[in-house]
């Protein structure tokens, strides 16, 4: 069984900064790749950014230059550093697992991000 735990949501006014981590834990050693999808109220689930335990890493396009992802390994961690906060980044933000080129295996409980304008 795979546990994932988000942290480091919240509300933010726009412009600002937030970094959300995210731990693993359990039955991890199939997935290779992490990483971050979010969805705003009435939108689909999109995805963010990914990362493989070789560290490349994978962005949205709107989001390239303000969103950077890191993992830890040695933790089971993965980070996400979101400056130049905008309202429209407003969304439940959650953390994945997955088999490299595959879809999500895992998922957590999601952590909520609002931005104020």
């Known amino acids: 069984q795979v546990q994932l735990v988000e942290s480091g949501g919240g509300l933010v006014q726009a412009g600002g900064s937030l970094r959300l981590s995210c731990v693993a834990s359990?039955?991890?050693?199939?997935?290779?790749?992490m990483g971050w999808y979010r969805q705003a109220p009435g939108s689909q689930r999109e995805l963010v950014a990914s990362?493989?335990?070789?560290?490349?890493?994978n962005y949205a396009d709107s989001l390239k230059g303000r969103f950077t992802i890191s993992r830890d390994n040695g933790k089971n961690t993965v980070y996400l550093q979101m400056n130049s906060l905008k309202p429209e980044d407003t969304a439940v933000y959650y953390c994945?697992?997955?088999?490299?080129?595959?879809?999500?295996?895992?998922w957590g409980q999601g952590t909520q991000v609002t931005v104020s304008s």
């Open positions: 994945y697992l997955s088999r490299l080129g595959a879809p999500p295996g895992s």
């Open positions: 359990g039955s991890i050693f199939r997935f290779n790749a």
């Open positions: 990362i493989t335990s070789g560290g490349n890493t």
